[in-house]
């Protein structure tokens, strides 16, 4: 064991991006695959990650309500910035009301959170998911996301070698402009990045983040009993502690606003930790 257990850096030179991409290319492109052999938990999962925007969603609402009475300078005004905080982004495509315009998810595969968390609650997806017979479940013509007018853009690409101005594989837009998003949501992929690009990734969000946008992350905790970071030769992967997870986000200049440790999944699967942080660059 690495004596320093708080230093990510020998363990993360073990990472390779080729050995990744070789694992998920043998992985069947279904629940199953998705969650290495427990899709049982996909339900608990999604219903969590739900809850957790539910409650930034009070958060944020809050905030608005406290901001607007201490700043309001007559009750016209007041009336409208409250009828202005109340309009919801909507689908021109279908007329349905989301509680988000524009979502970006790193590490989509299948689409299993785009459908069942991100659809409902998003106008628009942009993916980033280096494995194209996984995105190609998301972009056939039958997809909902397809029917719905959701899906904007997809970049099959690592996370490693994307960058927004990057050409997409897939897009549905007129524009190849980038846009501002709301919510970038990424569980269960940052593990495949080292700690030096974990930090560069979170900082090249904070230009594509709206003043009052969400980046959430949701991934695995590392359950060694000195809090070092464990290596998975299978996939190539990291599994970080809290704390490294909360030194990326610091030195990235995020800062956090809201975490919570995952409940419900069922103790004799002996799973690691799972843990959502919500953030939101430093002011």
């Not at 998705?34 to 219903?47: E, H, K």
């Not at 975490?259 to 930790?273: A, I, N």
Request: one cysteine or more; hydrophobic letters at 35%; charged letters at 15%.
């Amino acid at each position: 064991m690495n004596s320093d257990t708080s230093d990510p850096s020998a363990i993360d030179s073990q990472i390779s991006t080729a050995d990744q991409i070789s694992y998920w290319q043998s992985i069947s492109a279904d629940v199953d695959g998705m969650l290495g052999g427990f899709p049982q938990v996909s339900r608990i999962d999604i219903q969590f990650s739900r809850n957790f925007i539910q409650k930034l969603r009070r958060l944020d609402n809050r905030s608005t309500r406290a901001t607007s009475t201490s700043t309001s300078t007559s009750p016209i005004q007041n009336t409208a910035q409250a009828q202005s905080q109340s309009q919801s982004p909507t689908n021109t495509h279908t007329n349905t009301t989301y509680t988000f315009q524009h979502a970006l998810e790193p590490g989509a595969g299948i689409g299993r959170v785009t459908l069942n968390l991100l659809a409902p609650l998003c106008a628009h997806i942009d993916i980033v998911e280096p494995i194209e017979k996984f995105t190609a479940v998301l972009t056939a013509p039958e997809s909902p996301l397809v029917k719905n007018h959701q899906l904007s853009r997809v970049w099959n690409l690592p996370l490693q070698d994307w960058t927004p101005t990057l050409p997409p594989a897939y897009t549905a837009n007129t524009t190849t402009s980038s846009p501002k998003y709301d919510l970038i949501f990424n569980q269960w992929c940052l593990n495949h990045l080292s700690f030096t690009s974990l930090v560069a990734y979170f900082k090249s969000l904070i230009p594509l983040l709206l003043p009052t946008g969400w980046i959430v992350v949701k991934e695995n905790l590392s359950s060694d009993a000195f809090g070092a970071d464990i290596f998975d030769a299978d996939d190539s992967s990291v599994t970080r502690s809290d704390a490294n997870w909360r030194a990326a986000f610091t030195e990235a200049g995020l800062r956090l606003v809201k975490t919570d440790l995952q409940t419900g999944f069922p103790k004799e699967l002996k799973l690691y930790p799972v843990r959502i942080y919500a953030l939101r660059p430093v002011e």
